[in-house]
T-cell receptor
Framework: DGGITQSPKYLFRKEGQNVTLSCEQNLNHDAMYWYRQDPGQGLRLIYYSQIVNDFQKGDIAEGYSVSREKKESFPLTVTSAQKNPTAFYLC?????????????FGDGTRLSIL | AQSVSQHNHHVILSEAASLELGCNYSYGGTVNLFWYVQYPGQHLQLLLKYFSGDPLVKGIKGFEAEFIKSKFSFNLRKPSVQWSDTAEYFCAVISGAGSYQLTFGKGTKLSVIP
């Protein structure tokens, strides 16, 4: 079955450490996205990528970094500069960034900083 | 910047009751509108979408939404809810010429009591 795989489902890290969240898709989608979901806050866009080797900042990119070396992969690194990293992180993809293309979402990674 | 308001944080209904969840957006130009649903323990999935044409949009599982341009609204409705509709519902908007970025509301949690 085609879909988006995020791993791990739960992640614990010590304060001050960088941590990388994995996102892989086998939908052959060009565009990929990272969102952060906080209780009562909805989803906020962190980064997006339209094609390989290209990505753009979203609304809350500070303290995060991404790479897009392969079409199917879009890992997110939460750096020590992110002041409040504990959250639920969602990865999404769409066939391209056209307005009419719905985004497909992964199951998410819940990150907790100890 | 676009903003999306969902009026109710938590709605509790008995089975067979009718449902209407409010969604208002701020941008007055061309918009594409979506409702996503997140069932407990599952990933976010598309419920329905509006791009153009008939302002009454039908989605999966008996849901529908009406786009009222003059009111900047895209309310979600279902005539008779079931326990299985218990989930969190997110309204999302793409707005502005050339934009593809989804702006999400904060979500409405629906609890259906058997």
């Amino acid at each position: 079955d085609g879909g988006i795989t995020q791993s791990p489902k739960y992640l614990f890290r010590k304060e001050g450490q960088n941590v990388t969240l994995s996102c892989e898709q086998n939908l052959n989608h060009d565009a990929m996205y990272w969102y952060r979901q906080d209780p009562g806050q909805g989803l906020r866009l962190i980064y997006y990528s339209q094609i390989v080797n290209d990505f753009q900042k979203g609304d809350i990119a500070e303290g995060y970094s991404v790479s897009r070396e392969k079409k199917e992969s879009f890992p997110l690194t939460v750096t020590s500069a992110q002041k409040n990293p504990t959250a639920f992180y969602l990865c999404a993809s769409s066939t391209h960034t056209g307005r009419e293309q719905p985004q497909h979402f992964g199951d998410g990674t819940r990150l907790s900083i100890l | 910047a676009q903003s999306v308001s969902q009026h109710n944080h938590h709605v509790i209904l008995s089975e067979a009751a009718s449902l209407e969840l409010g969604c208002n957006y701020s941008y007055g130009g061309t918009v594409n509108l979506f409702w996503y649903v997140q069932y407990p323990g599952q990933h976010l999935q598309l419920l329905l979408k509006y791009f153009s044409g008939d302002p009454l949009v039908k989605g999966i599982k008996g849901f529908e939404a009406e786009f009222i341009k003059s009111k900047f609204s895209f309310n979600l409705r279902k005539p008779s809810v079931q326990w299985s509709d218990t989930a969190e519902y997110f309204c999302a908007v793409i707005s502005g010429a050339g934009s593809y970025q989804l702006t999400f509301g904060k979500g409405t949690k629906l609890s259906v009591i058997p």
